[in-house]
């Protein structure tokens, strides 16, 4: 049988199940051949075959003559449905919504409909195209057959009477159905819950007989509005119920039992009505609070209750054992009966629509994920989910197999930035507002920012938005967010580091600094009472940060040096020690630099050798010596370093001569570029006066080189060299 066409799998078995019961009743016989007429399956032919076998009935106008003996309700009775529509003076529109459905309409004879309840007879307007109108032609058609076309004076029964009974119908072998045991506020509740919602929320119900329930109700093939059409239906009704699929008549038994049980449990009655009727109305519910706290409620099971709040609710979480521990039992069982609760929480807020649900919790949800920002990452939001409100987490976890599928439904994702937006609007600006998407970390960015740092200074930096580049900081292990009266900014976690109180301090202004600057700067902006020798130190390890002139210092970013004209400085400097295999100053190699002319367009604003030396101290592929000398960390440099010292005490054992200072800088140019004011001093050190002796303006050894004793890390050296 095609599962989309269930129906036609329906009307079969009911056709099977007349037949076999009804065979030897002639009305009943031509309403199981007219309606084989319509069928082409197999089994409807076989069926067809055996119906002409006993098919005895008159025609039409026969049947006519012999009603006319009857009483009217006698008379009523032996006109179906099917032939007051086709035969008598009714609506040619109600024919074409009535015929088609015979098989889902409760009512076999207009005696049926007469005599049927109001809640009974509306289950007519489920029809399609089906209104109030149209019943109430209906009513008006079976009126006026009765009043207009028959002799009332024939019947001894007044069609008043008969019009305004209230009685339920009695089939062949079937048992009366006894309604007057139920008080006005039982019929009332019955009438106010569906058949769906109560198997659905009834522990005594089983899976199986739940599970065909919901299937029928889902695909339109229950024939009961409420729990009370189904209690107040005789025997014969409700055992079409066993044509559904995979309900049998253990199912209809558990159903039965289960609803007399309720009828006689008036709280839970009530109960349950009160459930059912706030489960059409999300509005009751001010809050996910109260809506949690009332899904709760409804679970009978107190451990369940208990446990579920515990695990759930409370804000010191107990863990799986503690509460087996408490209960008794393993904690495997607690976990099977916390994910039982769960699922009876997530059925009652799954008989709300999700778009009624977020119409009535959509601001409160808004609030707790986006209270600071109109944008959310997936680690943010589970973060907000871990230590935001506990019912509100239960609720997502309720309602949704995942955070993300959560979050899909209720905001809007973006691919570009990885996370959600609050609206449509927001997303769609920042996504046309930013073309590339950042290719800096936060913490470069922050580094690279100006104090005091600003979302929107990080957002210019990263090119992301601002509100992306906040649920960054967000998460940030070492940056926070901090609201001041002039704004939001982003703070370090922890005490300020001294090299970056340095690099912030030399960013202030956009110029070299002395050190001494520096230290004022510190002091003034983040309270640090840093010495000179702490500044220095921290300026050696900065690798933003280079000397740019005697005692000055600046960041990379203040010079007008880009990183193409970065990478040529240092290929030069590299090619020159290179070719010379020596250790040797930066201010030799850069006055060589200069000879080539043009070195602004190639190398930037490369003023001095101060910044030269800076550049490539910056890069590991050289050594830097005192002096400002300069070597190579690689294999295919082969040069030694040599103290200045030692230098000079070679120089003289090669000249056997004393030499001035104006001597000794010239013959050490091609390594050294030395002050004469410096080298002097140098020379005259205490330190140094047991190796050379200085006699009028010039300076020799004192004995042999084979009588001194030098040690190279012991010597005086000059701090700087200038040119």
Avoid at 41 to 61: A, C, G, Q
Avoid at 91 to 108: D, S, V
Avoid at 147 to 156: A, I, P, S, W
Avoid at 655 to 675: G, H
Wanted: hydrophobic residues 40%; contains cysteine.
């Amino acid at each position: 049988m095609n599962k989309k066409r269930p129906f036609l799998k329906l009307a079969i078995q009911k056709i099977e199940s007349l037949f076999s019961k009804n065979k030897d009743i002639p009305v009943i016989l031509a309403d199981i051949k007219d309606e084989l007429s319509n069928r082409k399956t197999p089994r409807s032919k076989l069926l067809k075959n055996e119906v002409d076998k006993f098919n005895k009935i008159s025609s039409n106008k026969d049947n006519k003559k012999k009603r006319s003996g009857k009483n009217l309700e006698e008379f009523l009775k032996s006109i179906t449905l099917k032939e007051f529509v086709l035969e008598y003076d009714v609506p040619i529109r109600l024919q074409h919504m009535i015929l088609p459905e015979l098989n889902f309409i409760k009512f076999n004879t207009i005696y049926d409909f007469i005599v049927a309840t109001e809640d009974e007879k509306d289950s007519l307007l489920r029809l399609p195209g089906f209104g109030r109108k149209s019943l109430n032609h209906l009513r008006f058609a079976i009126e006026d057959l009765i009043k207009e076309k028959l002799n009332m004076d024939y019947f001894d029964q007044p069609i008043n009477n008969l019009m305004n009974k209230a009685i339920v119908v009695e089939n062949n072998n079937a048992d009366k159905v006894v309604v007057s045991n139920l008080d006005n506020d039982q019929e009332e509740a019955l009438k106010n819950i569906t058949l769906g919602f109560f198997v659905n929320n009834s522990n005594s119900i089983n899976n199986r007989t739940k599970n065909a329930i919901l299937n029928a109700e889902e695909g339109g093939l229950l024939i009961y509005e409420s729990l009370y059409d189904f209690y107040i239906a005789n025997i014969n009704s409700k055992e079409e119920l066993l044509n559904l699929e995979n309900f049998g008549k253990g199912s209809l038994e558990n159903l039965s039992k289960s609803v007399d049980a309720l009828i006689k449990d008036k709280k839970k009655l009530f109960f349950l009505t009160d459930r059912f009727l706030k489960s059409n109305n999300i509005s009751i519910f001010s809050s996910i609070n109260e809506l949690i706290d009332y899904a709760i409620v409804t679970i009978e099971n107190e451990m369940e209750q208990d446990i579920i709040k515990a695990r759930h609710l409370e804000e010191n979480t107990p863990t799986l054992q503690e509460m087996g521990d408490k209960f008794g039992v393993t904690r495997e069982r607690i976990r099977q009966i916390e994910k039982n609760a769960i699922n009876k929480v997530k059925g009652f807020i799954l008989t709300f629509s999700q778009d009624d649900m977020i119409s009535n919790f959509k601001i409160e949800i808004d609030n707790y994920f986006f209270s600071d920002n109109c944008f959310i990452s997936k680690t943010r939001a589970k973060e907000v989910v871990k230590t935001g409100l506990k019912p509100i987490g239960l609720y997502i976890e309720s309602t949704n197999d995942s955070l993300v599928d959560f979050l899909n439904e209720w905001f809007f994702y973006s691919d570009k930035f990885q996370g959600w937006f609050i609206n449509k609007d927001i997303k769609h600006e920042n996504e046309r507002g930013f073309v590339f998407t950042s290719s800096l970390s936060l913490d470069l960015a922050a580094q690279k920012s100006e104090w005091p740092i600003t979302p929107s200074s990080l957002s210019d930096l990263m090119h992301l938005p601002e509100c992306v580049v906040k649920d960054k900081v967000v998460l940030s292990s070492g940056l926070y967010l901090e609201k001041l009266e002039n704004g939001i900014f982003v703070r370090l976690r922890g005490k300020m580091s001294v090299k970056s109180a340095v690099r912030y301090a030399l960013r202030r202004y956009k110029r070299g600094m002395s050190l001494e600057e520096v230290k004022i700067n510190c002091l003034e902006m983040f309270d640090l009472k840093l010495t000179i020798g702490a500044i220095g130190n921290a300026l050696g390890d900065l690798p933003d940060g280079l000397i740019v002139n005697t005692g000055t210092y600046a960041l990379y970013e203040n010079l007008n040096i880009n990183d193409q004209q970065i990478s040529a400085i240092r290929d030069f400097c590299k090619m020159y020690l290179l070719k010379e295999q020596k250790y040797i100053s930066a201010f030799v190699i850069f006055n060589s630099l200069k000879k080539q002319g043009g070195i602004h367009e190639k190398y930037g604003d490369l003023d001095n050798g101060h910044i030269f030396f800076g550049v490539c101290q910056d890069d590991e592929s050289f050594i830097t010596k005192k002096g400002f000398m300069l070597g190579l960390n690689i294999s295919s440099f082969k040069g030694k370093y040599v103290s200045l010292t030692r230098e000079i005490v070679d120089l003289m054992n090669r000249e056997q001569r004393p030499l001035s200072i104006k001597e000794i800088i010239d013959k050490l140019s091609a390594t050294r570029c030395l002050m004469p004011s410096s080298l002097q001093n140098m020379l005259e050190n205490r330190k140094n006066t047991i190796i050379f002796e200085k006699i009028g303006n010039t300076y020799s050894l004192i004995g042999n080189e084979d009588h001194l004793e030098i040690d190279d890390n012991d010597l005086f050296e000059v701090d700087f060299d200038e040119i």
